[in-house]
């Protein structure tokens, strides 16, 4: 997926998207940053705002 569009998305959408990916092919968020060329703190601050943070252990964003 393209870097722009992913910053550009709803952030519910991006929330799902980014839950599904972590579910299914990425082991953390450092991964799926990495492999998106995506600063990991543009995400974190922009489903913050929704109420969810990122939870290692899970390795997805839960409501806070």
Same mark, same amino acid.
């Given at each position: 997926?393209? *870097?722009? *569009?992913?910053? #550009?998305?709803?952030? $519910? /959408?991006?929330?799902? %998207?980014? =839950?599904? +990916?972590? *579910?299914?092919?990425?082991?953390? %968020?450092?991964?799926?940053?990495?492999?998106?060329?995506?600063?990991? #703190?543009?995400?974190? +601050? +922009?489903?913050?705002k929704?109420? $969810? /943070? $990122?939870?290692?252990?899970l =390795?997805?964003? +839960? /409501?806070?």
């Amino acid at each position: 997926m393209d *870097r722009d *569009r992913l910053l #550009e998305m709803d952030p $519910y /959408v991006l929330l799902s %998207l980014i =839950n599904m +990916k972590l *579910r299914d092919e990425f082991t953390s %968020l450092r991964d799926f940053c990495t492999f998106n060329d995506i600063n990991s #703190e543009c995400i974190i +601050k +922009k489903l913050m705002k929704l109420g $969810y /943070v $990122y939870d290692e252990l899970l =390795n997805q964003f +839960k /409501v806070a």
